[in-house]
């Protein structure tokens, strides 16, 4: 399996990137305050205002180091990316599955089959490791309810019943998501999903845990040779990285929920690392961000056993291996779209 | 003779991956996808040296030209040698803007050792039939440099392996028309393949998908 490198996130907000030779430079002024080779690198992400040499972008645009552009608050900006890895072959079929309505919902029920099987782990598992302290009978019956939804989903071959049934079990799983904080309640709770601008703490994190999702996916998605703008669930729409999207759904749960209620559990982050606008917008500060960050590359580290290829893999090569399972599946490899189901 | 469109030209140094892997060679150049390992690299390197096309060397009867391009009409087939030595030869052929004949020798610079499979073989074949069809000569031999024993192995080029050559284009143009990329016979070499990672050849033997899922949902 492929190597797990590591990400440099700049998140000093006057820093200029550039390059030196075979290394990244970060620098303020004209001082240098770090030196990085990038050959230790996969991808770089900027929260800085300064920029990026053109010389660093080509540098990790012909070596596949993905380099992401973010706002101050974690919204996305912008990407550079190299020269078109020319798999038309790939590509092509992609397409081809798009526009089939029937296609596209084989592979998109497996996906989100994925995502209510290991969003019903989840609660199963909280209440085994926490029986005294959550409502056990009302997660259990939502992880029931989950479990008969997708059974319900092998056969199904219309998008908009897919989504019908997606939709339910989302809201389902969100009613009990506040069960699952356990600790700093007073500070951390969650009523429902706010995106723009999150309203609460849990959705600011959310938020950012999803936008760092989504940017590794797409990375993935682009180093097998797929197009993450086209999907098959979430459809074309300009701008959107569509299959980026379709491929989360079986991660948002196990990989960024997890993490974000790890965070708030664990006590890494607090009440005071937030801010609050003069419209309720809720806002991360410096710090919190940065301990963000560091916690989520951790995680990465982390060795798991990935459940189709019964190989031990760190969680941070979860979304290429997905992307690499889905692309072969599109080439005819594979029998179906393995999700990864996660226990 | 069939004229092949010189768009739709094999590159010669396929024929190294494709008797290497036939998978190999399709994810490499039908679904154009690559992936650097410490070998790749090395050979980048080691190209690097002989990749320099102005510099040209005269020695007494022998002529030293590097990063030479080189075609086979009849094979459909384009690429660079490294480096090719003419030597001043009766039996040789006129050279363009040089004086006398000459027979050209194909020098093909490797990484590493001299390896026991033949699969640079066929490329340093296909090198001579590209240049016997250029100039209108008859080439019998050609050599290997290897890096790491600094040192260069003469290859006599038979009848039987110019057949062997024609057979491989023949079977990659056959795979090229189609855009058809071969499933993996995994092998001992696989480990040592840079596209490992993109292959992961042992996916074929996992069990089927739908089992896998219908398995873990009726826990």
Known sequence: MKKLLNTLFVTLPDTYLALDGENIVVKQEEEILARYPLHNLEAVCTFSYAGVSPALMGACASRNVSLTFMTRTGRFLARVIGEDRGNVVLRKEQYRISDNEERSARVARNMITGKLYNNKWILERATRDYALRVDVERLKKVANSLGETMKLLREVEQLDILRGLEGSAAVQYNSVFDDLILQQKESFYFYGRSRRPPLDKVNALLSFAYTLLANDMKSALESVGLDAYVGFLHRDRPGRASLALDMMEELRGVYADRFVLSLINKKVVNDKGFYIKENLAVIMDDDTRKKVLKAWQDRKQDKIMHPYLNEKIPWGLVPYTQALLLARYIRGDLDEYPPFLWK | ?219
């Not at chain 2, 650097?36 to 980048?44: A, K, L, Y």
């Not at chain 2, 039987?160 to 001992?188: C, L, Q, W």
């Not at chain 2, 050849?201 to 896998?212: E, H």
Request: aromatic share 8%.
């Open chain 2, 1 to 219: 003779m069939k004229d092949y469109n010189e768009e739709d030209y094999l590159l010669l140094s396929g024929i190294q991956h494709f008797n290497f892997c036939r998978r190999q060679w399709a994810l490499i150049h039908i679904e154009q996808q690559w992936e650097d390992n410490v070998r790749t690299i090395e050979g980048d390197h080691l190209h690097r040296k002989a990749d320099q096309p102005a510099l040209r060397e005269k020695r007494g009867d022998k002529l030293v030209v590097r990063a030479l391009p080189v075609q086979s009409r009849e094979l459909g087939i384009t690429g660079i040698c490294d480096v090719v030595e003419f030597i001043r030869d009766p039996d040789g052929v006129p050279l363009a803007g040089e004086e006398g004949l000459y027979l050209p020798f194909p020098v093909e610079y490797k990484r590493g050792k001299p390896k026991r499979n033949d699969s640079d073989h066929s490329q340093l074949v296909a090198q001579v039939m590209c240049l016997e069809e250029m100039l209108v000569c008859d080439i019998h031999k050609a050599y290997f440099y290897y890096d790491e024993i600094k040192h260069r192995v003469e290859v006599v080029i038979t009848e039987a392996d110019r057949v062997r050559v024609r057979a491989s284009i023949n079977e990659m143009r056959h795979y090229f028309e189609r855009n058809h990329t071969p499933k993996a016979k995994a092998g001992p070499h696989c480990l040592s393949c840079s596209l490992n990672n993109i292959c992961v050849p042992d996916i074929l033997n996992k069990r089927s998908v739908s089992s896998y899922i219908e398995s873990r949902l009726n826990e």
